[in-house]
């Protein structure tokens, strides 16, 4: 069975700091895809940043980075220098490749303090 | 502007009444797909597609029909909704090439009482 497992309900962080909020994953797909949405309290679901199994390099983009260790299958999403419009939920995704299914995790509602 | 267009927004109906959410891209995806989301459940996938014709079930696809005729629409049909249907569903598509990365509706609130 294939499974995003997010263990922080919720995360505070100091403005200006950075944060990392953790993603692990269970597939038995040798090619697969991994994902970060942001959910702010208006509701809409925006894309963050996307690693691939086979990337070499940890993704990143603008603020965001992915720290991705496949070895122990976590995916966990880095915000360097926190702002207050990153208070959201932050979803962590996965696709597997041969399935064509989507699984998300349940979530980490950051709350950024000034 | 690339899309992902959902309607309506918010519904209320009644228990019984079938109802459908429609769903358009204008990006020439071939994927497109279904979520509802509960609080802490996160997203669960209803169903999905492939491509026109071609649809799956996701993980919570029960109560729920979906049928992909054009490659723009992905309707989602609730024949006979109960309340434990309430829910926000988004709807999503990608390309199927590259990265896949969906692109979400701004989502659809229901209840059914």
């Known amino acids: 069975a294939q499974k995003i497992t997010q263990t922080q309900p919720g995360m505070f962080v100091q403005e200006k700091e950075a944060v990392t909020l953790d993603c692990t994953y269970d597939?038995?797909?040798?090619?697969?895809?991994l994902f970060w949405y942001k959910q702010p309290s208006s509701g809409e679901m925006i894309f963050l940043i996307y690693?691939?199994?086979?990337?070499?390099q940890n993704a990143t983009e603008g603020r965001y980075s992915l720290n991705f260790q496949k070895a122990r299958k976590s995916a966990n999403l880095v915000i360097s220098a926190s702002q207050l419009g990153d208070s959201a939920m932050y979803f962590c995704?996965?696709?597997?490749?041969?399935?064509?299914?989507?699984?998300f995790g349940t979530g980490t509602s950051l709350t950024v303090i000034p | 502007e690339a899309q992902v267009t959902q309607n309506p927004r918010y519904l209320i109906t009644v228990t019984g009444k079938k109802l459908t959410v429609t769903c358009s891209q204008n990006?020439?995806?071939?994927?497109m797909s279904w979520y509802r989301q509960d609080p802490g459940l996160g997203l669960r996938q209803i169903y999905y597609?492939?491509?026109?014709?071609?649809?799956d079930k996701g993980d919570v696809p029960e109560g729920y029909k979906v049928s992909r005729k054009e490659k723009r629409n992905f309707p989602l049909i609730l024949e006979s909704p109960s309340p434990n249907q309430t829910s926000l569903y988004f709807c999503?598509?990608?390309?199927?090439?590259?990265?896949?990365?969906?692109?979400f509706g701004a989502g659809t609130r229901l209840s059914v009482l």
């Open positions: 999503a598509s990608s390309s199927l090439r590259g990265s896949n990365i969906q692109y």
């Open positions: 597939t038995s797909d040798p090619s697969y895809g």
């Open positions: 690693q691939g199994s086979y990337d070499q």
């Open positions: 995704a996965m696709r597997g490749r041969t399935g064509n299914q989507f699984y």
């Open positions: 990006m020439n995806h071939e994927y």
């Open positions: 597609s492939m491509n026109v014709e071609v649809t």
